[in-house]
């Protein structure tokens, strides 16, 4: 039995390992962290940068964010109990289908995954990687909802 659970660093990720650590103690867990390549792509053409440039040091420097986020998710989930190994995509064309992929390779049992807490309008005009995880990965799923309190306004 080999549990994904998707970390990006934030609360919500880490509640999601924190949850999982309770219910699934002891079981194999791959950690993955992924980088959405379009989000850099967006990040230099809102600041103007529209020209070709040279990344090669940009994208050594997303991989090894990438890797440390992953090594730092695999942390707390070897801390709430799991037994886990980290994993990073720094290339991925979005996030929601990177981690069904790699459930898919990894043949795994079920995919965890927190969430923003986002509801009603923005949840419709932003989208949401859980949902889209939910919608397609053809497994089992389990979506840890952020604590009461900590949800996002509408």
Sequence with gaps: MTILVAYDGSD????AIAYAGTLLKGQETV????????ALASIRGSAGM???VDTTAEDEAVRAATKELAE????LAVQAGLDATPRWESDSPAVWSTIVDVANELDAT???TGTRGMGGVKSLLLGSTSDRVLHHAGRPVLIVP???G???EE
């Design 150 to 152: 900590e949800k996002a």
């Design 110 to 112: 079920l995919i965890v």
């Design 12 to 15: 919500d990720a880490k509640e």
């Design 31 to 38: 950690v993955l962290s992924v980088w959405e390549r379009l």
């Design 72 to 75: 730092q998710g695999a942390l």
């Design 50 to 52: 529209i020209a070709p």
């Design 146 to 148: 952020a604590k009461e």
